[in-house]
């Protein structure tokens, strides 16, 4: 009786040993759950957000892009791409292509066109905002083909490394005289040389984009009516009238170049400028300023519209400085949050339409608990 009892006393303080860890078992495992729901709940919550969020943006696409549902869907799936590949949050692509939509930039073409602006947003002074703004209306008055985007930022990428203009400084002086560089003939890289030249200098784009065009509309009329005014335009650059005709319509750039140097070789050589540029009805203040300045720099303007004219062809610059800003510590840890950022909009978005629904019979029912008081 005594062994027994002393082996009944062991075996209960066994099974209280067992009960007291089945309790600790128990209290640790609830401690896990709750931990997991917890987490599954924060979880659930972040990725809910980051699919609204794409949700919301996202709508101002479809709001200005005339496209169908399944080319609508390609789109969303295309910004989500460009973010894992470029430092910049998606829903900030998905604001750029909303401005594209409603610049008219071709569905096809959204894409390519937010990835320029994006990379010249991230490697330029030009914000997204300016830079979508600028190409798109460039490329409008040139009639550029919407697939040259990125040769119009390498363009500017490569000017802006090259000489003293900023990028944002090209950008707008080309805008300035496009409509006339356009009508003259000159190619978008020749435009955006010109501008860059003429801003190295000093010159804004508004007094001096108003010179130049004038310059370049003078030009063309002499050109197209001869006479006098043509013989004089040949005469500082050097050529014939003829000559300068089949020059200025076969490339118009050499013509401005030639016209250009022509005024350097006047004042070198002590002739009057002043009285030159009288005679061609180009004597005005801000016109003669801005000729006069250039006229010192004849060598920049040459050079400037031929290294715009090899960056545009070779359509390389853009990428090359992007590269160099993509691997900095601060870009790829931008990539590192847009990578999670996309898993998260895509497990969010498959629980969107029950938050909806939910969304809205909660709605309902307020609804109809409102009216109760109301009644009441």
Do not use: C, H, W
Not at 208 to 215: D, F, L, P, V, W
């Amino acid at each position: 009786m005594r062994n027994l009892g002393r082996s009944s006393a062991a075996t209960t303080a066994q099974l209280g040993g067992y009960g007291a860890t089945a309790a600790r078992s128990t209290a640790f495992a609830a401690a896990g759950i709750a931990g997991l729901t917890a987490t599954v709940g924060v979880l659930g919550a972040k990725t809910i957000g980051a699919a609204i969020e794409f949700e919301s943006s996202f709508a101002g696409v479809r709001k200005t892009v005339d496209a169908t549902e399944p080319q609508l869907e390609k789109l969303e799936q295309g910004f989500l791409n460009l973010s894992k590949s470029i430092p910049v949050n998606v829903n900030e692509l998905n604001r750029i292509g909303e401005a594209a939509g409603q610049l008219g930039i071709k569905t096809d073409a959204i894409l390519g066109f937010t990835d320029t602006v994006a990379k010249l947003g991230v490697t330029t002074n030009l914000t997204s905002e300016q830079a979508a703004d600028g190409l798109a209306r460039l490329a409008n008055i040139t009639q550029l083909p919407q697939d040259q985007f990125s040769n119009l930022g390498s363009t500017i990428v490569d000017l802006g490394n090259q000489f003293a203009g900023t990028e944002s400084e090209i950008l707008e002086f080309g805008l300035r005289i496009a409509g006339v560089g356009n009508q003259v003939g000159l190619s978008e890289a020749q435009i955006l040389g010109l501008g860059t030249a003429l801003t190295s200098v000093g010159l804004e784009a508004e007094a001096g984009g108003t010179a130049i065009s004038t310059t370049l509309s003078l030009m063309a009329k002499a050109v197209a009516t001869g006479g006098k005014s043509l013989q004089a335009f040949g005469a500082v650059a050097g050529q014939s009238a003829e000559q300068f005709a089949e020059s200025f319509r076969n490339d118009p750039g050499a013509a401005i170049v030639a016209f250009i140097e022509g005024l350097r070789r006047i004042s070198d050589s002590g002739g009057n400028v002043f009285k030159t540029l009288d005679d061609l009805k180009l004597g005005g203040i801000r016109v003669r300023d801005t000729l006069l300045r250039t006229a010192g720099a004849a060598d920049l303007v040459r050079n400037a519209m031929d290294a715009g004219t090899k960056a545009f062809a070779d359509n390389n610059a853009l990428q090359r400085e992007a590269a160099v800003r993509f691997s900095t510590t601060e870009s790829q840890l931008q990539l590192f949050r847009n990578n999670l950022n996309a898993i998260a909009i895509i497990v969010g978005s498959a629980l969107l339409p029950a938050v909806n629904g939910l969304v809205q019979g909660l709605t309902g029912l307020l609804g109809q608990l409102s009216a109760s008081g109301d009644a009441a």
